[in-house]
Structures are given as C-alpha cells and as structure tokens.
C-alpha cells in the first residue's frame, strides 16, 4: 500500500512560482512511475509532468519550459517546480504513483494551486 501526502499549493501571482511536494510512503521509485496531474473545475484531469523509474521526464505542452519535475530518493519525495504561472494553471493538482508493470495507480488528495492578482 502507497500513501502520497502532497504540499505547497497555495495563492500565488501571475508570474509568480511555487514548488509542489509529494511525500510517499516508503521507497517506490524503483517501481512506480511518478506523475503531477492537475484538474480544474469542469475540466478532465490531465498529466502535467512525469518522470520515470528510469529518470526520464515528460511534459504536457502547457507546461514546457515553466514546470520542472524532480525527485529526491532519500526524502522517497518528488517535486514540481512550477514557474511563470498563470491564471489558467489554477486547479488541484495531484500525485500519482503508476506500477510499471501492473499499471494501477496510487493518488494523494491533492493541493490547491490559484494563480490569480
């Protein structure tokens, strides 16, 4: 069983940052894929970033160039680096954990993010 805890959503400005966390329950990384998913209101969940058992990363068209995703395996913590945000980034924004093999998934319960002056 995979618990995901996420953190630091918030307020934040157009053009502003903010740094989001997921802490997971034990070591998984070498297991799961990791991903931050976000969903407005009325709005279908989509992924935003990814990165892979391997490291490798991906990223939503919308967020290339402003978001980064990293993780750090001692802390079994991953982190989205959101940069030059606006308005339309405002949604809950949640962990994910995917088996690799089995493909089911793990979900936190989300962190709020309003972008908005």
């Known amino acids: 069983q995979v618990q995901l805890v996420e953190s630091g959503g918030g307020l934040v400005q157009p053009g502003g940052s903010l740094r989001l966390s997921c802490a997971a329950s034990?070591?998984?990384?070498?297991?799961?894929?990791m991903g931050w998913y976000r969903q407005a209101p009325g709005k279908q969940r989509e992924l935003a970033a990814r990165i892979a058992t391997t490291g490798n990363t991906n990223y939503a068209d919308f967020v290339k160039g402003r978001f980064t995703i990293s993780r750090d395996s001692a802390k079994n913590t991953v982190y989205l680096q959101m940069n030059s945000l606006k308005p339309e980034d405002s949604a809950v924004y949640y962990c994910?954990?995917?088996?690799?093999?089995?493909?089911?998934?793990?979900w936190g319960q989300g962190t709020q993010v309003t972008v908005s002056p």
């Open positions: 034990g070591s998984i990384f070498s297991i799961y894929n």
């Open positions: 994910n954990a995917a088996h690799v093999v089995l493909q089911f998934h793990y």
